[in-house]
């Protein structure tokens, strides 16, 4: 099955300053990239995603990147605020067969106003 | 749009005690998702179901772990003994569809969860 690795686990940054997170996956076969925001003591939230038969998307002053060959994709979150602070998820799917998201461990950001 | 509806909340048990957590999708919303939360880890899936069918459950402990969705609406999760080990968030979400096609067909939207402490 799907494997999904992702750095840091923890992500301390200043108001201001950007932050990006990596994420990993075993199955080339995946070709859909969702990431998720989840505040504390809430659920997660779709923030953006990605699918394989683009590079890169950005929605405001988010971005997510993905490198098929090399199997990885990254979330940028550019003039980062305290609202940023969260735990992202990212996950990694097949939409064409048994859609599973395999999740990452997480990443806690904490920007620091 | 109503969200996707779980209870209870919060749930306290003893160990070898059983629980049973309730999910309502989204209507409209063909497959569901049991995903277990581990304080500091991501969700981690237990079971898929379409409609009323189970798609995937290789990660469900079956020994304790049961599922149903009943109608291909509501769905149930029990617990039964349950152990220390199952300390979590016991996370529904719902999504559309299966298989790929339209943007957003595939994204889920996740319940608030249903959180058990086993003493």
């Known amino acids: 099955g799907e494997n999904v690795e992702q750095h840091p686990s923890t992500l301390s940054v200043q108001e201001g300053d950007s932050a990006v997170i990596k994420c990993t996956y075993s199955d080339s076969a995946s070709n859909y990239f969702p990431w998720y925001k989840q505040e504390l003591g809430k659920r997660p939230q779709l923030i953006i995603d990605i699918r394989s038969n683009v590079g890169e998307k950005k929605d405001q002053r988010i971005a997510v990147t993905l490198n098929k060959t090399a199997k990885h994709f990254s979330l940028h979150i550019t003039e980062t605020q305290p609202e940023d602070s969260a735990v992202y998820f990212c996950a990694a799917s097949m939409t064409g067969g048994s859609y599973i998201p395999t999740f990452g461990r997480g990443t806690s950001l904490i920007v620091h106003p | 749009e109503a969200g996707v509806a779980q209870s209870p909340r919060y749930k306290i048990i003893e160990k070898r005690q059983s629980v049973a957590f309730w999910c309502n999708p989204i209507s409209g919303h063909a497959t569901l998702y049991w995903y277990q939360q581990i304080l500091g880890q991501g969700p981690k899936l237990l079971i898929q179901f379409q409609n009323n069918g189970v798609v995937d459950d290789s990660q469900l402990p079956k020994d304790r772990f049961s599922a149903e969705r009943l109608k291909g609406v509501d769905s149930t999760l029990k617990i039964q003994p349950a152990k220390l080990e199952d300390s979590a968030v016991y996370l529904c979400?719902?999504?559309?569809?299966?298989?790929?096609?339209?943007?957003?067909?595939?994204?889920?939207?996740f319940g608030a969860g249903s959180r058990l402490t086993v003493l």
């Open positions: 979400a719902s999504s559309l569809a299966r298989t790929g096609g339209a943007p957003g067909a595939n994204v889920l939207t």
